[in-house]
T-cell receptor, first 112, second 111 residues
Framework: NAGVMQNPRHLVRRRGQEARLRCSPMKGHSHVYWYRQLPEEGLKFMVYLQKENIIDESGMPKERFSAEFPKEGPSILRIQQVVRGDSAAYFC??????????FGPGTRLLVL | KNEVEQSPQNLTAQEGEFITINCSYSVGISALHWLQQHPGGGIVSLFMLSSGKKKHGRLIATINIQEKHSSLHITASHPRDSAVYICAVRSMGASGSRLTFGEGTQLTVNP
């Protein structure tokens, strides 16, 4: 049973470009969470999704950030018009229910 | 004040020492998680607990709901235990699945 997969593992973007981060949950998991870890800071919740639904997006910046978890395929975290302050590690976690969350390896985004 | 506070922020130990990391929180919770983040950045979930005590190998986690406090203990510490240990709580409420994290405790175990 493969763990949570994230790709790419590293992503470099120039200011103004778009970043798309993918998360494939563990088999059988329908709950996906996205977290951000800014340099030298702790993890912060961004968004919680179940299949085709956003349950809680209270941690998402109001502009440029969006997330989806379609019926088929991975969950996508999309950042439009990236800025240097978006440089961070983005982790997703999946769960079968509101229980133990299993973390992916993260995507390290660097904005030049 | 953060909702989740960890202490100490940094901890250096000699191999074989008994280690304790503390976590205090200020909100009502449905569960508390202990996570381990290695230098490469990957995060591993060590424990999820809502009461009492759990043990896995050399790791022990305890929680006191009345005092809103949890501890993570490592017995017979080893250099491979060197990592950041993060306490996270799952708050009660409508969006009860979101985790709120402490700032982490950087543990270094020297041989």
């Amino acid at each position: 049973n493969a763990g949570v997969m994230q790709n790419p593992r590293h992503l470099v973007r120039r200011r103004g470009q778009e970043a798309r981060l993918r998360c494939s949950p563990m088999k059988g998991h329908s709950h996906v969470y996205w977290y951000r870890q800014l340099p030298e800071e702790g993890l912060k919740f961004m968004v919680y999704l179940q299949k085709e639904n956003i349950i809680d997006e209270s941690g998402m910046p109001k502009e440029r950030f969006s997330a989806e978890f379609p019926k088929e395929g991975p969950s996508i975290l999309r950042i439009q018009q990236v800025v240097r302050g978006d440089s961070a590690a983005y982790f997703c976690a999946s769960a079968a229910s509101q229980e133990t969350q299993y973390f992916g390896p993260g995507t390290r985004l660097l904005v030049l | 004040k953060n909702e989740v506070e960890q202490s100490p922020q940094n901890l250096t130990a000699q191999e074989g020492e008994f280690i304790t990391i503390n976590c205090s929180y200020s909100v009502g919770i449905s569960a508390l998680h202990w996570l381990q983040q290695h230098p490469g950045g990957g995060i591993v979930s060590l424990f999820m607990l809502s009461s009492g005590k759990k043990k896995h190998g050399r790791l022990i986690a305890t929680i006191n709901i009345q005092e809103k406090h949890s501890s993570l203990h490592i017995t017979a510490s080893h250099p491979r235990d060197s990592a950041v240990y993060i306490c996270a709580v799952r708050s009660m409420g409508a969006s009860g699945s979101r985790l709120t994290f402490g700032e982490g405790t950087q543990l270094t175990v020297n041989p």
